[in-house]
């Protein structure tokens, strides 16, 4: 079945391969003003912080959306075209955004807080130019999650990509745990482009119309938005776990009624862990912040038990084939695990109060960002490329790759969780004298930043070799 | 009531120690307070924008009342001086507020007598402060052990499932089912006991508590206000007095009522120990309550923990516990 658009994710490969880099340098850069290094770059830091932002959480949206696009195609059948535009909408929009951030000197942050891009100083165009890229990202990618849905429900009722009838002790029609879990984070993705659509329209009417919005509304839509899309990126790098990592095991990954009632469970979840991000407005209902605790959570159970715990009994014993895609994978899973760690820690409101917002919160999403679901899409990449190429593998250079983005990564991310620990904020270019030790540890952890883009660019003369020649077999 | 308070108001002169023209010119202090104090001092220090005290001097008039009106226009000009104290203020522009020309003049002389009336900053600097070693909290000791060692538990399993790859077998899938079970029970269980622990003292929790003292606070960029009253738009900073050095006295449960003039900020305390005590948003149009019990005496650091544009590192304040 796979054809449609198959190889438009050789070119979201390069897309990757061109702009991950260059976020991780925006952010060494990032860390190395904060250390008191590059001061006279430091004006740039808040544009360059918004842009590291939004690049990061778009490109780890979208690169795992790729990959679960391709997996799918051995199940259902999306269409090419919209593949295609997915690409382009999505480069428009990059294109965009660095336009607003570099010649517009936009710097909202990542998630813009209303209505500071309408205050921020910067000139009034480019709020306009970053309302209409967020429109074209939005449409591109709602366009495209519709898409799949649509190729997902020519072959299975809603009740069986929901894996429903695994509920009642039925098991046909087989449901692939893939279906099931894109099923569910596609579900999620459309509810959050559709909240992003009712952002950007209320940012509009204040910008053209003067008609106010009240700020907790806005913040409630903003974070839902915010908050599922990179939740459900997570589940997405997920999905292509469940269907490549049993090719390496050897062993089969199915889905049964603890799989499908746990990621039925996580389409409940996955809209009201979202709290969390508000747990210090405090005029925010009070019911609605243990809500959010307890969402938080719940949320990381069936993460924890069915989904890591079934991919570790899944390799226990097994007959594992090592490479550079499963040993990705594998880290993918542990960097999930640690991250969602720190995750639930810091979802715990009396923790909150002291962690919100200090460098504990980029330490926990950059951990299940970079070395989870990064570490799994690059796997998928290496893998897909690899099973088109069939070249030689040298494991020794394989284990400088891993060596390099393990000490880089998680010595970079121990820097934040030290940081956060010792109160240190987050988003300041630089710090003030009552938590000047946060120079210290941005110093060290552009260093290790530094080594794992060495790892990284590594990796790329890897999986470059084998794209390159996989390209030139098909065409 | 050990609470002392300097009060800068818009509509006295008390500070300029009897500045009689200061006190005739009710609206430049005013327009001052409301326009320019975001960014500026006079005699206590660079903020965002230069320190204002003998700029009357430094600068011709016609230059500082067309500065003062239309600082973009000077800049799109590429005005020498306007683009030099650009780029001493970080790339941070001046506004345009919309001020006229009588309004402009007035806040020069304003500035001018204010200014003459403090002595040369040179004269008030303090000493370098001396700041103690940043220590953990309870709270976040608890929170970076917890992590530490489960990290470490999950990276034993995982080495341990890596390496039993070694030696392949088939899986006893009842057996791994138990322990999956296991699994579930502890996590739950885990969870359980920490929310049962944690949400008994919660910031909500303490906001309904008593308190001693209540002061209201209102961030805008890139400051933060005390006051006694309440402040909910700008035009009452021309109104209500506002605290500029708050005390407080030791032990006291003080209730901040934190809301903000622009855009979403923080109010976010820092002991004397250089550690993160409490925190709560800053919104528009809200008013959010944080009550703290000051039970160290010494000097508090307020930061604003949310990103709130290009000053937002400069956006401090500090409070004195005694």
Redesign the interface.
Known sequence: MRQNGANVLWWWIAVVALLFPILIVLGIYMRMVQSGELTGL??WF?PVMTLHGLGMVGLWFTAPMACMSDALQRYVKPSGAVAWFALGGTVLGVVLLLVCVFLG?F?A?WYF????PL???WPKWSTVLFLIALTVLGVTWLIWCLDLLRAIAQRYSLSHALAWHYLVGRTEPEVPPLVLIATVSLIAAVACLVAAVIVVVLFSADAFGGIKS???LM?NVTFFFGHVIVNLSMYVGASVTYEVLPSFAG?PWKTNRIVALSWNAVLIIVFFAYFHH?Y????QP?TV??IG??AS??S??PA??VTI?GA??L??????R?NLASILF?LG??GW??GG??A??DS????N??????L?VPAHFHTYMLMGLALMTLGYFYHYCQAAAAQPENRASLWLVVSLMLIGGYGFLLMF??AG???V?????????????GAGYAGAAAVFAAAFLLGFILYLVHTWKRWARALSVSS | MRMIVVLLLGVTASLAGGSSAVAADESAAASFQRKCSVCHTIGDGKRVGPDLQGVADRRPQEWLVRWIMRPDQMLAEKDPVAAQLLAESNQIAMPNLGVTEPEAKALIEYIRVEGAAKPPAAATEMPPRVYPEPSLGVVQRIALVLFLALSAAITVVFCWVALSTRTPQALDVTEAYRLRKVFFFIAVGGLLVAFAASVTKTPYTEARARSDRIVYVAARQFDFIFSLEPIVSVADLATVPVVKQLELPVGAAVEFRVTSLDVNHNFALYGPQRRLLAQTQAMPGYVNRLRVRLVTPGRYEVLCLEYCGAGHHLMQTELNVR
């Open positions: 430091q004006s808040y000197r710097a942050g807080l209303y209505p500071l205050m921020g100083g009240d700020s907790l913040k062993r508000l210090m407005d405090f005029a009070e912040q243990y605790q307890i959570y719940v990381s159970i924890a038990v715990f570790l009994m390799i226990y014993r097994s007959s594992m090592w594998f899973l542990a695990a640690i760690v720190g639930v820690i715990t409101i009396t923790v109060a002291v962690f919100h917002n200090t504990w969780y030290l620990a010792y109160s904020p987050r988003r300041y270019a630089i710090y003030p004298a009552e938590v000047s030790q």
